[in-house]
């Protein structure tokens, strides 16, 4: 049960990870051969690939599973749907949770939805969908025996059958008392940091385990306004999502040789240098060590779209372990936390007879220098709300009533991230019940005390119909002069325009509406991220600006866990519990 060789496990599961991944990208191609009677239906079984056990048996969260199971059905799943998808037709099937191979060191909590025997559970079930949301999925508990020992190993198979479907092999590498990495913490931005500075990052970890880590990968990650001004030649690097500036990421992975002791801290032999661009605001920079030897690491790299580094090799050496207070699980800042964005909201002039409809065009501009990410909160939208002046009706709006369809004052959304030199119109027709000479609307951001808007004077626009000029409009920067749509006379806009590609943005109310702007900057990433705990968020808090409150082996910054994005396969670490952070 003690194999000479106790990092072998670690290597052959990230590699056998790359077919399990391979296995879920590809389980959709098989879904036509299916549909043609041609084969059966791929059905992947993921989790975690292994799991360390702490020898102190001091899991993070006590009574937690450390495991946990779940299948992805064949076809896709769009989770932002207004409806469900529909089942995958089947006869019924059974998952089986084979945990025999850890007798002797561990007891294992398996799920009580199934039926257990010892150390097996078997589950049968019938729910299947596409995608992996709405399918059935199972948690498992290990805590040791008196009884275990360092390097204790042992394996947990999950299999599956049915008819008609064809489930992948899914195992658990689990290991006691293995190399247990945390990261030094990193400092405050130095005082007078702004964008554009250079923050010198002291990386680093302290092996906590019971074991030796034959290597170590260092993966750091910097989202859209950072980026890594120096290149190493033991290191590699790539962009992450490029199409989701949300999740947007720059990558390193850096490979180390060597054997890094239990109780021993080392640290690079320089600082990491992150530099941050003009625009950057809140920001998030993060990194973490895993123990995973620096040959398998090379081998998996090499099937990813990363350059190789130049120049100069980063190593690590030894240091004073220091305090334990020093090191942490996750190790992440915002950078930098200084600088300003400029919110212009900017409404219309238009004129119109009784019975007219005639549009108007609110818009939401961003002057910068800053953008507006919203990173920590997963691209919350920005909210503002329009008041419809005295004598007019909506008849077609991109926002959200306030009270009721009859309400005269509405709530609009724009999706972040809202770039440094963005642009959103939102057109609203309104007809004419009634002249009233000047009748004005006020549209108008949230009212609370922003640090990082620079220039709150412009935070107002307002609409105003059939004026006379004298109509005073603070803080209204832009409005254009016009008359009717088409039911008669000359179309208007408010607002300046910019001329480049245009992409129709929407964020949901409280209500569950969703409201349309136009972009006129080009297109922005909008699709969720997780918002990771610990830092602050650059758009203040509630009640504030917003809303509402293919690589491989790569680390999960957040989580500190190994992550291989093709299939989404992770390697959990030692009482860490899968996150959404960022990474």
């Not at 769009?78 to 409806?83: C, I, L, Q, V």
């Not at 019975?355 to 909160?377: C, F």
């Not at 002069?481 to 006379?489: A, C, E, R, V």
């Not at 989580?559 to 030692?574: K, M, Q």
Request: charged fraction near 20%; aromatic fraction near 6%; hydrophobic fraction near 30%.
């Amino acid at each position: 049960m003690r194999p000479s060789s106790l990092r072998s496990p670690w290597a052959r599961a990230a590699l056998a990870a790359v077919a399990a991944a391979g296995l879920a990208a590809g389980g959709l191609a098989g879904v036509a051969h299916a549909a043609d009677g041609q084969g059966p239906l791929p059905v992947t079984i993921t989790g975690p690939d292994k799991v360390d056990l702490a020898l102190d048996g001091a899991e993070g969260e006590p009574g937690e599973p450390q495991i946990e199971l779940g299948l992805t059905g064949p076809g896709e799943y769009d989770p932002d749907s207004d409806t469900d998808p529909e089942p995958i037709p089947n006869s019924g099937y059974k998952v089986t949770i084979d945990a025999t191979a850890l007798k002797g060191f561990a007891k294992v909590g398996l799920p009580q939805s199934c039926d257990v025997d010892g150390l097996v559970a078997v589950c049968e079930e019938s729910s299947l969908y596409p995608g992996y949301i709405l399918n059935p999925s199972w948690d498992v508990r290990l805590d040791l025996l008196d009884s275990a020992g360092a390097g204790d190993y042992g394996k947990i198979e999950v299999t599956g059958e049915g008819e008609g479907l064809e489930f992948n092999t899914h195992t658990v590498d689990v290991l006691v008392g293995g190399p247990e990495l945390l990261k030094k913490k990193l400092p405050a931005e130095p005082e007078g940091f702004r964008a554009g500075d250079t923050y010198d990052a002291p990386l680093g970890f302290r092996n906590t385990g019971s074991m030796s880590a034959d290597g170590v990968v260092l993966r750091f990650s910097g989202t859209r306004g950072l980026s890594f001004p120096d290149s190493y030649d033991n290191c590699s690097y790539a962009e992450e999502n490029k199409d989701n500036l949300i999740r947007y990421r720059q990558v390193a992975l850096c490979t180390f040789e060597g054997d890094f002791w239990p109780g021993l801290a080392y640290k690079l032999s320089e600082p990491l240098k992150v530099k941050t661009a003009d625009f950057a605001l809140g920001d998030i920079f993060s990194y973490g060590f895993d123990a995973v030897g620096a040959k398998e690491v090379g081998e998996l790299r090499a099937s990813a779209d990363y350059r190789q580094g130049s120049g100069r090799t980063l190593t690590l050496e030894p240091v004073e372990s220091g305090h334990v207070s020093d090191y942490s699980k996750y190790a992440e800042i915002d950078l930098p936390t200084q600088n300003t964005y400029d919110l212009d909201l900017t409404g219309a002039r238009v004129a119109g007879e009784q019975g007219e409809t005639v549009t108007v065009d609110v818009g939401l501009s961003n002057h910068g220098p800053a953008w507006i990410g919203s990173l920590r909160a997963g691209g919350e939208p920005l909210g503002f709300t329009v008041q419809i002046p005295e004598g007019a009706s909506v008849v077609e709006s991109p926002c959200r009533p306030l009270n009721g369809e009859s309400s005269s004052e509405y709530r609009c959304f724009a999706d972040t991230p809202f770039l440094e030199d963005d642009e959103r119109s939102f057109p609203f027709k309104l007809r004419i019940d009634k002249v009233v000479e000047g009748a004005k609307g006020k549209i108008a951001l949230p009212e609370f005390d922003n640090p990082w808007e620079g220039d709150p004077s412009n935070d107002t626009g307002w609409i105003v119909l059939n004026g006379t000029g004298d109509e005073e409009t603070p803080g209204d920067t832009g409005g254009a002069t016009g008359g009717s749509d088409s039911t008669g006379g000359s179309g208007t806009t408010g607002g300046s325009q910019t001329t480049g590609g245009t992409s129709t943005t929407g964020g949901s109310d409280t209500t569950g509406g969703t409201t349309g702007g136009t972009s006129t900057a080009g297109t922005t990433g909008t699709t969720t991220g997780g918002g990771t705990s610990g830092g602050q968020s650059p758009q203040g808090g509630e009640g504030g600006l917003l809303a509402s409150t293919g690589s491989t082996a790569l680390l999960v910054s957040a989580g500190a866990a190994l992550a291989l994005a093709a299939g989404g396969v992770l390697f959990v670490a030692s009482r860490r519990r899968r996150t959404g952070g960022a990474a």
